[in-house]
């Protein structure tokens, strides 16, 4: 059966850090392409970070080296650490899951098929 579930998010200051977790099942951290998105109110979901089936990573240009992404295969958990955080990160992000994706497409929202709740991650100025 198919879950994913966010955690990890709060409320910080510009230039804090969160580090948000999805525990996966019925996907395979490391053998699957697994992604984070980020939805500001009233906008379409937007790609922030993703790994693909060959452990490539890839990141939006608006979080390139802030956000770390990660996998752990013993826990089949994903993670994304948030450093250096600022205002316009203030969003509900998401986790997602499918078992392939082509590089071109692994930051679109409509290349994954299994997705979280979310979870909010604000942070004030």
């Known amino acids: 059966q198919v879950h994913l579930e966010e955690s990890g998010g709060g409320s910080v200051q510009a230039g804090g850090s969160l580090r948000l977790s999805c525990a996966v099942s019925?996907?395979?951290?490391?053998?699957?392409?697994m992604g984070w998105f980020r939805q500001y109110a009233g906008k379409e979901r937007e790609g922030v970070a993703a790994i693909d089936s060959d452990g490539r990573t890839y990141y939006a240009d608006s979080v390139r080296g802030r956000f770390i992404i990660s996998g752990d295969s013993a826990k089949n958990t994903l993670s994304l650490q948030l450093n250096n955080l600022q205002p316009e990160d203030t969003a509900m992000y998401y986790c997602a899951a499918v078992s392939w994706v082509a590089s071109a497409w692994a930051l679109a929202s409509g290349s994954y098929n299994a997705w979280g709740q979310g979870t909010q991650v604000t942070v004030s100025s």
């Open positions: 019925g996907y395979i951290v490391g053998r699957d392409a």
